[in-house]
């Protein structure tokens, strides 16, 4: 009987057979494992062949030395018979004879990170504000995830990341774990987002759930079904799951061509193995997936080039199961006893890792193999996400990814409301994602409309503001002249037609004119706002809120002079400060009332006497009350009322009087609040009265400023809407300009020069003429926002030039006289005067005047050459005829083109008038300076007014005139541009909180009337479709 060879001569034997087969018959070593003799066969005779030898020398423990000879000996061999693909393999003689090498994802993340943080330099560099964020949710605190959350936090540090650890309790609902989730989704700081698994709950939550609630815009995990779904369908452009992505680097740094190969891949759960799969399949290998019910596992494993094991069973695969020269990728991480260890347990993988060695071409080894490949994935994906943020930011700020509605023009033009009809407005969310904004910035009002938050301005701080534009017109005609259809038009063609960002700011309007004479402001033609209806009736509550405000105060404002009419100083001071279980309190309205008087007390019970009466009683005036109720309907038998006849008020009645609420001075601070707080300040200094001394009674001193800002928190909150054309428009406020100052809010126009940028528009309008609308924007709301605009748009209509050259009285309601409907030159031009004095007015400011022919189907190509020629001799920069009525934003792309040129010249930009000056002094500058007067008449009760407010230091106030709109004079019937007339100023009143004096010029009211056929007759509610009627 034959004894058995020693395994080292039986190892010496085959090495000899080897090294004699590659030397001298290297054709027969290859045909001895596949005589097929293609280049992929050679390839792999080759590498077995060296597997064998590799594996003999280590069986030898060959030395070192030889080893190396062999390497080159083997080199030299195959680089001189064999071909390309197996001269390759001579280039991995290395690895053959000395084992697999260890694919370190230690240093393979460190690499990965050196090149985020230079990414992350460089999106800095682009957007200094921006900086790539990564939020990790944790429920509850197992130490094991701590650790993981720690190495992350650490990465991110690492690399320039901001990353939160958001911990929750174990006692969080899925709930609750949802509304975090939504919070971090609507968060713009956090570009990525992770819930770190398992969820450490006391109550059952459903993780695939929580992992689907994360926005797939920063489902950096890539566990979103969505972004799963991309990787399944071969999309790679979502999130890849950071392990399996880590895995694939791993792979491609091996040089091993995964296209042709065949990949097992054992494990198929969503986190690793099915994804894993999805990506090798992508990437054009064979796969084949593997799980615990798979049959002759080490068969199929035997077959693969790749392997890669995710099973979670320690050292499952065994070294004889794996194909000689693969690549292995190990994603488990197990523990198991070790008593060498201090702990009694070391970490392993799911391959037995000391056998792979000797087998495979590249292993990971565990630890420090796929694992910081996983963190480093989650980086890169998390800077990706901030690099798509960053390219968004700067593609808007040349241009919004808009889609502009298409307008289906007809001829005729159809009524108002039945193109707004005929146009299906986009879905207010689509337009605020066309924007910029994100979800949390903006509140919904229905489909169409929303609300847009002040804490936008907050996260666009650093963004430079676009270019200001107002629209003002000439003296109009009872009939307007297009303002706000200009505007909208012009923004039409702004963004839709020349490809730049603008928005439309616009007032509310009021439902007085709406059910009154004019029917709706909304635009008109294929000019409007949309859906019309919502613009003209309610929108989103503001004025309702003005009203609510104002007749709160109006009615704190009676009861309180009825109390203290009513009552000792004693009795009043307890109802005041009640006591509590025992205790009285000052609120802290009433301490900002005691620091006002002076008395420097906090414990209500240390007043003395004479504190007490001053405190209590504000000892208002009744003949010198200023506030009024008000009500957003015309209603001219509320012009003046008798309050306090009910047996009840014990013949405490006084006269008083409603206004129109959009003529409140609420409604001017709403218009010129910069935030809740200055909105809040504003409040509390309206002066409401004078006591019986001549001293100003405000509403912080009637205790009402904290429930007015209650009713008012929403509507300091411009509303979304959009043009025919799709294009946005903020609307907001809605003070009217003959007797407020006729502009829509400073909070709208700043929101929108930020969401615009630099290089685009914001096109605001000023109510009415220049004298009045325009005068009060500049000296008003620029003075008080800061803005300086950089053009100004003045609408003509050959109509109104043609009334205030003596044409007949133009009235709403009747057809328009034949002078207005044929051509006529002469009374044109001597109607011109009125147009070029409001030429000069813009001037005076240093902005440049564009003029827009807001054309009509009755005017002539001769009509329009003669505005237009006496215009740019007047100095406009441009004076264009404009058909965006008929034609939406495409008549109205060369007025666009205009205001581009104007607003590229360098705006010189000057206020009218220095604060410094008196009151009278500043009355007489904007008389002559913009009406054309010669001088102005303040009666004694003007003047007596002027003194008083001077002393109570209200003098340094800019001013408000007050002034019919038909005019550049105090009288309405005075057409065309008189000179050196005198103004009388018959009336004076203050505005402190809006922060300005309003003289009034002649007989205004600040309650309009129903006319004798009103706009009411015409509008009705469709009962069958519950569509509006008759608004036009």
């Known amino acids: 009987m034959l004894r058995p060879r020693h395994p080292s001569l039986a190892a010496a034997s085959a090495l000899t057979r080897a090294l004699v087969e590659l030397q001298f018959h290297p054709r027969a070593a290859r045909a001895r ?13 080759t590498s077995r062949v060296l597997t064998e030898i590799g594996a003999t020398l280590r069986a030898l423990r060959a030395p070192r030395k030889l080893l190396e000879l062999l390497q080159r000996l083997l080199g030299a061999t195959l680089a001189g018979h064999a071909s390309p693909a197996t001269r390759s393999s001579a280039g991995n003689a290395d690895t053959m004879l000395s084992g697999a090498k260890i694919l370190s994802g230690t240093d393979v993340a460190k690499e990965i990170r050196e090149k985020l943080k230079k990414d992350v330099a460089e999106i800095r560099r682009q957007v200094p504000t921006l900086v790539p964020g990564l939020a990790i949710v ?12 720690r190495m992350k936090i650490k990465a991110a540090e690492e690399i ?4 939160e650890h958001v911990q929750l309790p174990r006692t969080t609902t899925q709930d609750e774990l949802l509304a975090t989730v939504k919070r971090l989704n609507e968060d713009p700081c956090f570009h990525g987002i992770i819930v770190q698994m398992p969820l450490d709950s006391d109550t059952p939550i459903d993780a695939h759930l929580i992992t689907d609630a994360v926005s797939p815009e920063k489902d950096v995990d890539g566990l979103n079904t969505i972004n799963e779904g991309r990787v399944a369908t071969g999309d790679m452009s979502g999130f890849l799951p950071c392990t399996p992505n880590g895995c694939m680097e791993l792979i491609k740094r091996t040089g091993t061509p995964i296209a042709g190969s065949y990949a097992v891949v054992i494990g198929r759960s969503k986190i690793v193995g099915t994804p894993m799969s999805e990506l090798l399949k992508w990437h054009d290998a064979t796969v084949t997936v593997c799980h615990s019910k798979t049959k002759n596992l080490n068969l199929l494993i035997k077959k693969a080039d790749i392997l890669v094991v995710a099973v979670g069973r320690p050292e499952m695969v065994r070294g004889a199961w794996i194909k000689p020269g693969a690549v292995v990728i190990d994603c488990g991480i197990n523990s198991i006893p070790d008593p060498t260890k201090k702990s009694g347990q070391r970490l392993v993988g799911d391959v037995k890792y000391e056998e792979a060695l000797p087998i495979a071409a590249h292993v990971t080894p565990v630890p420090g193999g796929v694992g910081p490949m996983t963190v480093a994935m989650l980086m890169q994906n998390t800077v990706q996400s901030a690099q798509r943020v960053a390219r968004r930011l700067i593609e808007m700020e040349f241009r919004w990814c808009l889609k502009p509605l298409p307008l289906k023009l007809s001829e005729p033009v159809p009524s108002d409301i039945d193109i707004a009809r005929a146009q299906e407005p986009k879905d207010v969310t689509v337009l605020a994602q066309e924007l910029g904004l994100i979800p949390s910035e903006v509140s919904l009002y229905g489909t169409k409309k929303a609300k847009v938050a002040l804490k936008v301005l907050e996260r666009l701080q650093y963004e430079d503001d676009g270019k200001y534009v107002v629209v003002a017109g000439i003296t109009p005609t009872p009939l307007g002249e297009g303002k706000s259809t200009t505007l909208v038009g012009l923004v039409q063609a702004l963004t839709a037609h020349k490809r730049c960002n603008s928005i439309a700011c616009l007032r509310q309007p009021s439902q007085g004119p709406t059910f009154g004479i004019k029917g709706g402001a909304a635009g008109g033609g294929y000019s409007q706002v949309i859906p019309m209806e919502d613009f003209n009736l309610h929108l989103t509550g503001d004025i309702h809120a003005v009203t609510a405000a104002n007749n709160l105060l109006a009615a704190q404002l009676d009861a309180r002079i009825f109390h203290e009419a ?7 001071y307890e109802r005041l400060v009640p006591a509590v279980k025992g205790s009285r309190k000052f609120a802290p309205i009433q301490q900002r009332r005691l620091k006002r008087l002076g008395i420097e007390k906090t414990d209500p019970y240390t007043l003395t006497v004479d504190e007490i009466r001053r405190f209590a009683r504000l000892n208002i005036d009744p003949h010198n009350v200023v506030w009024t109720r008000v009500m957003d309907v015309n209603d001219r038998y509320l012009r003046k009322i008798t309050i306090g006849l009910s047996p009840t008020e014990k013949n405490l009645t006084r006269d008083t009087s409603f206004a129109i609420s959009v003529s409140s001075e609420i409604m001017a601070i709403l218009a010129l609040a910069t935030s809740l707080e200055d909105m809040k300040q504003r409040l509390a200094k309206m002066v409401v009265a004078f006591d019986k001394t001549g001293n100003p009674v405000t509403a912080d001193d009637l205790g009402v400023t904290g429930s007015m800002m209650v009713l008012l928190k929403d509507a300091i909150e411009p509303t979304l809407m959009q043009t025919l054309e799709g294009t946005p428009v903020l609307v907001h406020a809605g003070p009217f300009a003959n007797i407020a ?3 829509s809010s400073i909070v709208a126009d700043d929101i929108g020069m930020k969401l615009v940028g630099k290089r685009g528009y914001v096109v605001t309008e000023a109510g009415f003429g220049s004298d009045i609308g325009m005068e009060k924007f500049f000296n008003i709301k620029c003075r008080a926002s800061g803005k300086i605009p950089n053009a100004v748009v003045l609408v003509a209509t050959v109509r109104a030039l043609k009334m205030h050259g003596g044409g007949p009285i133009v009235t709403a309601g009747a057809p328009l006289r034949r002078e207005y409907v044929t051509e006529n030159l002469e009374l044109l031009e001597r109607g011109l005067p009125n147009l070029l004095k409001h030429v000069e007015n813009g001037l005076k400011y240093g902005v440049p005047v564009v003029v827009a022919i807001n054309a009509h189907s009755s005017d002539t190509p001769a009509e329009h050459e003669l505005i237009r020629t006496a215009a740019k001799a007047a100095g406009a920069f441009e004076a264009i005829v404009s058909n965006h009525w008929a034609k939406g934003g495409a008549g109205a792309a060369e007025l666009a083109q205009a205001v581009i040129d104007a607003c590229n010249r360098p705006s010189e930009f000057k206020l009218l008038y220095d604060l410094d000056l008196t009151i009278e002094e500043k009355i007489t500058k904007i008389a002559k300076e913009m009406y054309g007067a010669g001088t102005i008449e303040l009666n004694a009760k003007v003047r007596d007014a ?3 407010y001077t002393e109570k230091g209200f003098g340094k106030l800019p001013i408000c005139m007050a002034k ?3 005019s550049l004079t105090g009288d309405a019937s005075v057409k065309g541009a008189p000179k050196d007339f005198k103004l009388v100023i018959n009336d004076i009143c203050l505005s402190a909180g809006a922060g300005f004096i309003v003289p009034m010029c002649g007989e205004i009211s600040k309650m309009p009337g129903l006319p004798t056929r009103p706009s009411i007759f015409d509008i009705d509610l469709n009962t ?4 509006i009627e008759g608004l036009f």
């Open 741 to 743: 100052h006729g502009c």
């Open 964 to 966: 019919t709109s038909m």
């Open 160 to 163: 320039g990341m901001y990353a």
């Open 946 to 948: 002027i003194r008083l």
């Open 33 to 45: 494992t596949q005589p097929s003799g293609t280049p992929a066969a050679t390839t792999s005779s």
């Open 1024 to 1027: 069958e479709t519950g569509e």
């Open 566 to 572: 009513t009552q000792t100083d004693q009795a009043l």
């Open 138 to 149: 944790q429920v509850g605190g197992r130490e094991d995830s701590n650790v993981y959350i």
